[in-house]
């Protein structure tokens, strides 16, 4: 029996009463090319089991895993090892079927690990607060620009040229409804920041200013001097950190001054996975926590005096009236932020730094052997384990190739930046703690073979 409650006198009850012409009307948002207009061609109309599971598997071998090629992808996303235990220990039944924890004489190890991981996450950015997690970095990072409008009630927003682009695109689809002016221009390929233009910029009529820290071409810079100006014109500083494996080796943004950060914690204890799910990080100064979006687990004691744990903030519209409400997020992701939590618990802090050390010692010997390659120039020479290089021609063609040759050589700039020429040669090379030296090498000589096939290309 299919399951069908609406007839078509309700469809169309429904469409008159919010005024759309039809049931295609409600997608008018998503551009024509991203919608089918017919079935999936790819797959027989009927099947047997085995028939599908035969045809789905020959497309799964077409894909290039992370696991099989030498991998340096990174722009938010991000290949560390993950040890067995994070994903045994997710798996237990208490976990794995764990949703929201109203009520807590039931979910005391939920609401636990919430709790570890809020300390967690506010230890490793240097405030004073973080929240139970939000869906991932880009989105917590729209959050913390629609928290500050709240704050300060102020609309113009100050986005730095080194935030990665699709947060910036997120930030903008929410700027539409918030009403939000966004400044925001494409980065230099350039080994310096535009920290100097955005303190210039900071004006009594800003709400915030969003720095992404290392940016997207893996650069770093202090914060400091840009947070003591914000907060003289009381606007707030936004810090976005998209490789929290970063901050076992550099000073925490709310340590410089910081009042909101947010990240994406993807590269501690969740796989790669195509793309998702990811685990959104929201952290900012205690007093503005309840302006914070999301939920706040908090330790308490009952009435034996025995330790317990509780929902304390839930300022979201399923609990209170829609228009006082901080946020539509509905549900946390519970499953990735109790593999961040096991597996920042596993490292420690000191394994946390060894970590980091390393991935930085493997990304200054990469980049020190890629820059040899002719042709080939390093933009920046402050990195943590993420730096740009300069082809001679268009990077998008070299990672093509190099693919073809099953070698993951980076993120062009071309594909972040599409409209903007001026960047196209650029590539942005990651290098975490399973590459080995042999990956470099094959980079390195995939990189010699495309770049003079380029030089010899490139009119004199």
């Known amino acids: 029996m299919r399951y069908l409650p609406l007839q078509?006198?309700?469809?169309?009850?429904?469409?008159?009463?919010?005024?759309?012409?039809?049931?295609?009307?409600?997608f008018a948002d998503v551009p024509e090319v991203a919608r089918l207009d017919g079935p999936i061609h790819q797959l027989p109309d009927h099947a047997s089991e085995m028939a599908v599971?035969?045809?789905?598997?020959?497309?799964?071998?077409?894909?290039?895993?992370?696991?099989?090629?030498?991998?340096?992808?990174?722009?938010?996303?991000?290949?560390?090892?993950?040890p067995a235990s994070v994903d045994h220990l997710i798996q237990r039944g208490?976990?794995?079927?764990?949703?929201?924890?109203?009520?807590p004489e039931i979910a005391q190890g939920t609401l636990q690990m919430l709790f570890e991981f809020q300390t967690q996450v506010a230890r490793l950015f240097g405030t004073d607060i973080a929240n139970a997690s939000m869906y991932d970095g880009s989105t917590a990072c729209g959050e913390a620009i629609v928290m500050a409008r709240r704050i300060t009630k102020r609309g113009r927003v100050l986005m730095s040229s080194g935030v990665h682009p699709h947060y910036v695109a997120v930030a903008k689809t929410m700027a539409k409804f918030t009403r939000d002016e966004i400044d925001h221009r494409?980065?230099?390929?350039?080994?310096?920041?535009?920290?100097?233009?955005?303190?210039?910029?900071i004006d009594d009529d800003t709400s915030c200013v969003v720095v992404q820290y290392p940016d997207i071409l893996g650069r770093i810079d202090d914060m400091s001097a840009l947070a003591e100006k914000a907060q003289a014109h009381k606007a707030l500083?936004?810090?976005?950190?998209?490789?929290?494996?970063?901050?076992g080796a550099i000073k925490a943004p709310g340590e410089m001054g910081a009042d909101i950060v947010v990240g994406e914690g993807q590269s501690i204890g969740v796989g790669l996975n195509f793309g998702g799910p990811y685990v959104g990080l929201f952290a900012c100064k205690e007093k503005y926590v309840r302006q914070m979006p999301g939920?706040?687990?908090?330790?308490?004691?009952?009435?034996?005096?025995?330790?317990g744990y509780v929902l304390t903030l839930s300022t979201r519209e399923q609990h209170i009236r829609r228009e006082k409400a901080t946020s539509n997020i509905c549900t946390n992701s519970g499953l990735c932020a109790l593999a961040f939590s096991i597996h920042m618990t596993l490292l420690g802090e000191k394994g946390l730094r060894d970590l980091a050390a390393l991935n930085h010692a493997k990304a200054v010997k990469a980049a020190e052997r890629l820059s040899e390659v002719p042709g080939v120039e390093l933009v920046n020479d402050t990195f943590f384990n993420e730096f740009t290089l300069k082809l001679p021609s268009d990077a998008r063609e070299a990672v093509r190739h190099l693919a073809d040759r099953e070698i993951l050589a980076g993120v062009s700039l071309g594909r972040l930046f599409p409209h903007a020429s001026e960047l196209s040669n650029g590539i942005v090379v990651a290098v975490t703690e399973v590459a080995t030296d042999a990956d470099v090498e094959q980079l390195a000589d995939g990189l010699a073979s495309v770049t003079q096939n380029q030089r010899e290309e490139v009119p004199a």
Not at 60 to 74: E, H, Q, S, V, W
Not at 94 to 103: G, K, R, S
Not at 186 to 201: G, Q, R, S, V, W
Request: hydrophobic share 45%.
């Open 186 to 201: 494409d980065p230099a390929l350039t080994a310096e920041t535009d920290i100097t233009a955005l303190i210039a910029a």
């Open 237 to 247: 500083l936004i810090a976005v950190v998209t490789e929290p494996v970063a901050l």
């Open 94 to 103: 208490e976990f794995l079927t764990a949703y929201t924890p109203y009520q």
């Open 295 to 307: 939920r706040l687990c908090g330790e308490t004691t009952d009435a034996e005096g025995q330790r």
């Open 8 to 26: 078509p006198e309700d469809r169309a009850a429904m469409l008159a009463k919010i005024g759309a012409p039809d049931i295609d009307a409600l």
């Open 53 to 82: 599971e035969r045809a789905l598997g020959a497309m799964a071998r077409k894909n290039l895993t992370a696991g099989d090629a030498p991998f340096f992808l990174g722009c938010g996303a991000y290949k560390h090892h993950i």
